[in-house]
Each structure stands twice: as structure tokens, then as C-alpha cells.
């Protein structure tokens, strides 16, 4: 699904495209619980930070992804996949991608921040909020 917000910053095609591909890997990785797809997209060090219903949540990512691996997934519960790029902006070898992710009775909105490293983008940072407003 292509974003339907680009912020045009010197971003080239092929760096949109490899980060848009990312972030709908991740939504595809989440929405079907494929942590092994998960663990490639993120850098080791990454971490997740959050609100979900009023209770701050950190974890580094190899905990996010034992979380994601113990419980049932979107798709093996039957939910519609309504997850979606809001916004992805880039300059240089930084990106942030604002993504919405309605699942599992929640309603996630979460900003995935990537570094383009020899020339590969990864997932350096996540944080995410629990919004039933939005």
C-alpha cells in the first residue's frame, strides 16, 4: 500500500520505495506474528517504547519479539488486516515512518524510526501509543 504522505526531503524513489517496503514488511511481520521477518528488519539494539491504556512499556527488541512469538496473531484470530503507512519522511540516512495499526482490540498509532547503514535501512527505534480516540 503506497503512504498517502510522502514529505518530500531530497528523498529518492528507491529510498521511499526501500522504506515504504520496510514499514509494510513490519506491518505484514506483526499482523501475522513472522518474528523471524521481524527480527531481520530491526538492528539488534533497537528498542520499543510506548503507552497502551494509560502504562508506560519499554522493552528492547529481542523482548518486543518474544511478546509477538507467545501470542496469537492478528491473522490466527481472524481479524481484518486494516493496518496502514500514514506518513514517511526522510532526509538522508534518517527516516520516520507514522503508522497506524488497528489489531488485537487495540488501536496503535506508532512511529518506527530507521537508519540507512552501509546502505541498508533498519529499524533503530518504535514507539507506539494506544489510542481509542484517534
Known amino acids: 500500500m503506497e503512504p498517502s504522505f ?3 526531503t531530497e528523498m529518492s524513489t528507491d529510498h521511499r520505495d526501500s522504506i515504504a517496503d ?6 505484514n511481520g506483526v499482523y501475522q506474528g513472522d518474528t523471524a521477518t521481524l527480527a531481520t528488519l530491526f538492528d539488534p539494539h533497537a528498542q520499543v517504547y510506548g503507552e497502551n491504556n494509560g ?5 528492547t527488541i529481542a523482548a518486543y519479539l ?9 491473522l490466527q484470530l481472524g481479524e ?3 493496518m496502514q503507512i500514514l506518513s514517511v519522511d ?3 540516512s534518517i527516516a520516520t515512518v507514522k503508522l497506524h495499526s488497528p489489531m488485537l482490540g487495540m488501536n496503535y498509532h506508532l512511529y518506527l524510526t530507521l537508519r540507512r547503514l552501509d546502505g541498508k535501512w533498519s529499524i ?9 480516540k484517534l
Open 6 to 8: 510522502f514529505l518530500e
Open 22 to 27: 520496510i514499514a509494510n514488511a513490519y506491518l
Open 55 to 59: 502504562q508506560a512499556y519499554h522493552k
Open 66 to 74: 518474544e511478546g509477538v512469538a507467545a501470542r496469537q496473531s492478528p
Open 80 to 82: 481484518p488486516y486494516g
Open 90 to 92: 526522510s532526509l538522508d
Open 124 to 132: 533503530v527505534n518504535k514507539t507506539f501509543v494506544n489510542s481509542p
